[in-house]
């Protein structure tokens, strides 16, 4: 999540380069195809029911903030405009937590949605017992047993 954080933003600076006053459609885009990859990623996890996943997202998104930052700063450097260490600040305040927002809340709402999906599957591994409609004859004990 966060390589493809760190193309997405760079990808982003560097149409902004060339198209400064028209970045609503690709803006809106890039962010549509992130949310929807950590919510379908996530969604996945819960489906095919991965242990820990909750925490595993909770650290992936921590990680996808900082990596994001610092991967963005670097392409913007190497591929836009010569960027130096003075914006790394910024990518790893701001920018790396709204990079972990936008993996954590859509990876949220994909656990959710996953776990609903793989429910009915869940419950075909483990066989609940259903009790009989009907209660037990309890029969009276017979006079030989009595004694």
């Known amino acids: ?22 970045q609503t459609l690709a803006v809106s ?6 949310v929807g990859a950590a919510a379908l990623w996530a969604a996945l996890d819960a489906w095919r029911a991965v242990p820990d996943r909750g925490r595993a997202w909770f650290i992936a998104a921590l990680v996808a903030g900082v990596v994001s930052g610092i991967l ?6 190497v591929f836009v405009d010569q960027t130096g260490l003075s914006e790394l600040g910024g990518a790893l305040t701001g920018g790396a937590a709204f990079s972990a927002l936008l993996v954590l809340v859509p990876a949220g709402l994909g656990l959710f949605v996953g776990g ?3 429910g009915a599957r869940a419950g075909e591994e483990e066989p609940r017992e259903v009790p009989s409609p ?3 004859r ?3 004990p017979s006079r030989e047993s009595r004694g």
Do not use: C, E, N
Not at 1 to 22: E, I, R, S
Not at 29 to 34: C, D, E, I, P, Q
Not at 72 to 77: F, K, P
């Open 1 to 22: 999540m966060a390589v493809l954080h760190g193309v997405a933003l760079t990808l982003l600076a560097k149409y902004a380069v060339y198209h400064p006053t028209d």
């Open 29 to 34: 885009l890039t962010l549509a195809v992130l």
């Open 72 to 77: 963005y700063v670097i392409g913007r450097a």
């Open 116 to 118: 609903r999906i793989g």
């Open 134 to 136: 009907r209660p037990r």
């Open 138 to 140: 309890v029969r009276p």
